[in-house]
């Protein structure tokens, strides 16, 4: 891609060294294969507890009786994640390693989690909505940072054609986890008030087992980058992302079908919430709504990885959207518990599916230089998407019904589905281009 030109640092790069970084790589794949695996297991595990359509909506809506503080607490999440995704990029694309970084930011990351605990537990009524928020906004700014740091990192240690095994992997086997205590949590942490707060305790245990997930980072070999940008900030880099836009037809359409997508996440808050029209929305059935999304998204994730090695993550993301797409009008015709939990395991399939995609398909995109902005600008767009959707849909369900977000949901996910049918399948093209990323 040109639009970086000017920015990349000169590197001599002879044969003997892209051969020496590609050895290091496959020497050291064992090793990191079984780090990433151990650290994205415990953090899917810990993280799904916050970022699950349910215990977080749910715990902000008691506070607040109001969906559009539901929609305001998740927006602000998402809102932290759009302003800090290229700034992330800055932070790593001039280094030659980048796993210190990644370490920091995961740690500050991990923090507004245990912020967000502690506050449920120390506060209550407004104070507690208002460090809800700011703790969600916090978690986003620093998610937003380790999204781009840690997707670069996982580009550079981890072969093309084994992420997805990794990706599924490590997705199942957290999710199969954050799946029985996502039960827990609604069945008796939440149900029984553990400790005066079952939220906040629920809240706890996710901070413990994602700090124990990014210790097993600290196993990570990564090898020297052959070329890096010329350091530079972010005004600068602002200003060159129309160029990085125009420099490759398919990211941009990969790009819009993703900001799209997002965007069809604007009913994602209130899944719950608008199950509870039709249920009795207990602890415990928060808990049964939790493990039917997320034990789907586990399930699911071998049939993503194994279908992303086979056939690339084009396919992974249209067969995904299709099925959330779907499976928000099956909630919308659901009626009854059976219907509305085989609704939630659509959804939590079909959802797993695009995280998925979205996140390793962009990691196709361009020279490995060049990935750390590929990736912010396509995450800040899709988290701006993430964090406006929630609170225009609280807005419209305020004034009007459930619905009609649903439906806007729906749209704008068919509007994703007519784009991404237009990107061309970037592996087999990169392997002609940069033979050497691969």
């Known amino acids: ?75 602000a999440q998402y809102l932290g994640m759009a302003l ?50 700011l703790f969600l906004a916090l978690f986003g700014f620093f998610n937003g940072m380790q999204s781009v740091t840690f997707s670069f990192l996982m580009s550079k240690v981890i072969p093309v054609e084994r992420r997805g095994q990794l990706t599924g992997l490590r997705n199942f086997l957290g999710g199969l986890i954050a799946s029985g205590v996502a039960y827990l949590g609604g069945r008796y942490l939440v149900e029984g008030n553990v400790f005066g707060n079952g939220y906040a305790t629920t809240f706890l245990v996710a901070f413990v087992l994602t700090s124990l997930g990014i210790s097993a980072l600290t196993f990570v070999h990564e090898p020297d980058s052959l070329a890096v940008n010329a350091q530079s900030d972010l005004w600068e880099r602002l200003r060159q992302v129309p160029a990085i836009l125009r420099s490759d037809v398919h990211y941009t359409r990969f790009f819009i079908a993703r900001t799209l997508a997002a965007l069809g996440a604007t009913a994602l808050p209130f899944y719950a919430i608008y199950a509870g029209k039709s249920i009795s929305l207990s602890g415990a059935m928060l808990g049964y709504l939790s493990l039917a999304f997320l034990l789907s998204q586990t399930v699911s994730n071998l049939a993503w990885g194994a279908m992303a ?16 797409t779907a499976s928000t009008i099956g909630l919308m015709l659901a009626s009854g518990q059976l219907m509305i939990l085989l609704a939630f395991c659509g959804l939590g399939a079909g959802f797993g599916g695009y995280f998925v995609a979205s996140q390793n398909f962009v990691l196709e995109f361009g020279a490995l230089h060049e990935r750390p902005m590929l990736i912010a600008v396509s995450d800040t767009a899709s988290h701006l998407m993430m964090a406006t959707g929630p609170l225009l849909g609280g807005m ?13 949901a729906v749209a704008v996910k068919s509007l994703s589905i007519l784009a991404i049918l237009r990107v061309e399948e970037p592996r087999y093209r990169l392997q002609r281009v940069h033979p050497e990323d691969d």
Request: glycine residues 8%; proline residues 3%.
């Open 1 to 75: 891609m040109s639009a970086n030109a000017s920015s990349i640092t000169v590197q001599a790069s002879l044969p003997s060294d892209e051969a020496a970084f590609h050895a290091q790589v496959r020497r050291d794949l064992p090793r990191n294969f079984a780090a990433n695996l151990v650290h994205g297991m415990l953090g899917v595990t810990g993280f799904r507890l916050v970022t699950a359509p349910t215990f977080v909506p749910a715990y902000v809506y008691l506070l607040s009786n109001s969906k559009i503080a539901v929609g305001l607490a998740l927006g």
């Open 309 to 324: 090695d086979r056939h690339g993550y084009r396919r992974v993301f249209l067969v995904s959207m299709v099925l959330w």
């Open 84 to 133: 800090s995704s290229i700034w992330g990029a800055t932070l790593i694309e001039h280094r030659r390693r980048v796993m210190r970084v990644v370490y920091n930011v995961g740690w500050l990351m991990r923090a507004q989690v245990l912020g967000l605990a502690l506050s449920a537990y120390l506060l209550s009524g407004r104070a507690a909505l208002v460090a809800a928020c």
């Open 396 to 408: 419209i369900a305020q004034g009007f019904d459930f619905i009609y977000v649903f439906w806007l």
